[in-house]
């Protein structure tokens, strides 16, 4: 008898605020495997991806013209529609509603937790995809699920890419290259070239006029500021380390980072001013997966694997919020609420009050969370960021990822959840390959929006 997988298949609907089905629709989800892999890890039966087509691109990308044109794709690809993959699930432990946003047999995650992955006015969930041989962008429609591929290209950081609040246009980062993508007409254009450097995430400030990267030359990387609408760039900061590369929310003119493991929180002038490590870490302290709050008055980050905690933007105060394992953590726009994935043990996405750090499980991600450094309480020694996640030079030729991939040091990262609040609030993203192949989630959960914790 085939045990649960946590979550139970409801029903498609039109739009992801519909309510559950009645109890009586209520399935256990039990399809056979794709993978011998995940019935050994997880000891049950998991879902079907449904079947998609893969090619493989092997292609050249060539600068020309102050565009990155890409030979051998073929050019109809980007904007091509796809089915809704979308489904109506339900969480065992905690009764949420979770939509199932891709099925495809091929690995998926949302936008980095630090970055959202809706417009403001959620009309689209952006997503890559590797269903084309290649990390790719896509959007799911608010309405019916229905899937457009965005970009077909073979070079594309899988991590990096930002949209503006707007969603007319989305930044990410190629090769040497950052583009830019306009939403509407599909078009590509490289607003930034670093010769023969490897590129990080991508940060936009509120307004979607100034662009932040970590830029990752052969022994040092540097923080770029680049100003999409003139090209112009500059570096603000040269370090050992440079990754996690944020603006502040209410103010631009401040930006924070992530240094080496020993000296992990930054924070920096947009004029290269006032670089300062805010946060003193003692001996052995694991600091990791700092993102600003609310409005930016202040950052929080985990103390690996002890307590979510924070500290004010002027590094005069910091404190814990709650006690436990809190692994990447987002807070919601207005800055009341939290949510966290855990893991070793895994209890769940923890949905976490800001200020008086009360908190419930949201639901179950059943995520792998590999990475053999997460079992520790110190990090990786001369280990910095997983930039295994930064593609090299020849990414043509990269074997998308596979359900049976090896752990490394911190991932691999389709293998976290990554949880990311809605810009309204009232839905949360993540990603889970509990069937062996990742794929994006949504859950809703009603009190989510005047929930205090």
Known sequence: MPRSIGFLSLHSAPTLDTLAAPEDKLADIRRERTTDSCRARHGTEPSIAHPTTRRRFLTAAVLAGGNLLVRGTDPSAAGRRIPSERQLLRDEKTGADVW???????????????????????????????RTGH?????????????????????????????????????????????????????????????GARLGNCSLNPAGSRLALGVRFKGSC???????????????????EVGHVQFCPADDSILEYSGTPGARIWTIRSDGTEDRNLYAQRPGEWIVHESWLGDGSEIIFT??????????????????????????????????RIVADTNHPDIGLQLVGARTGQRRALCWPRATNRGTQWALSVPAQGAGIDTSIIRGDRPELDRPPQPDDPSSIYGPQWSHPHPSFSPDGRRVVFTSDRDGWSQVYVVTDRPLASDDG
């Open 222 to 240: 540097r923080l770029a500021l680049v100003e999409p609408a003139s090209g112009q760039a500059h570096f603000l900061v040269e370090k050992a």
């Open 100 to 130: 199932q946003i891709t099925a495809a047999t091929a690995m998926h995650h949302h936008f980095y937790f630090t970055n959202p992955s809706w417009p403001d006015d959620g009309r689209e969930l952006y997503f890559i995809s590797y």
């Open 303 to 336: 103390h690996w694997p002890h307590a979510l905690r924070a500290i004010s933007r002027d590094g005069s105060r910091a404190r814990t919020i709650a006690a436990f394992n809190a692994w990447h953590a987002c807070g919601d726009r207005a800055g009341d």
């Open 135 to 195: 990390p790719n962008i896509f959007a799911a429609a608010e309405t019916d699920g229905t899937i457009t591929q965005l970009t077909a290209r073979t070079d594309t950081n899988p991590f990096s890419p930002a949209a503006t609040r707007d969603g007319r246009k989305i930044y990410f980062s190629a090769r040497d290259c950052v583009v830019e993508l306009d939403r509407e007409t599909l078009r590509e254009r490289v607003v930034a070239k670093f010769d």
